[in-house]
């Protein structure tokens, strides 16, 4: 499993958004730099990623592209460096991998 997978699953999502990706251009160019290509970006999903004390020590964002039922999943330091990015659903993204 993932390691923010773990944390996620135990930590506070306090905050979570859905708009096109066209406008959250740090989680879009994640992505991008992640191998997404920027056409491909439907809408991103964010989560931000917080110790039990309420501490925000990254984000996980789900990256819906055009045409695909499934995601990118990008996991992300609290600059908005790519620390893991994969793929889950029935999608292809040159480069990475499917979750395990």
């Known amino acids: 499993m993932r390691a923010y997978g773990l944390i996620a699953s135990a930590a506070l999502l306090a905050a979570c958004a859905t708009v096109p990706g066209q406008q959250q251009d740090p989680f879009r160019e994640a992505a991008v ?24 020590i990254g984000y996980e964002a789900w990256v819906q592209l055009e045409g695909c039922p499934g995601f990118v999943i990008l996991e992300l330091d609290t600059d908005y460096d790519v620390l893991d990015a994969y793929v889950r659903g029935d999608c292809a993204v040159p480069g990475l991998s499917a979750e395990t």
């Open 33 to 56: 730099r992640a191998g997404v290509p920027a056409g491909d970006i439907a809408a991103i999903r964010t989560y931000d990623m917080q110790t039990e004390a309420g501490e925000l």
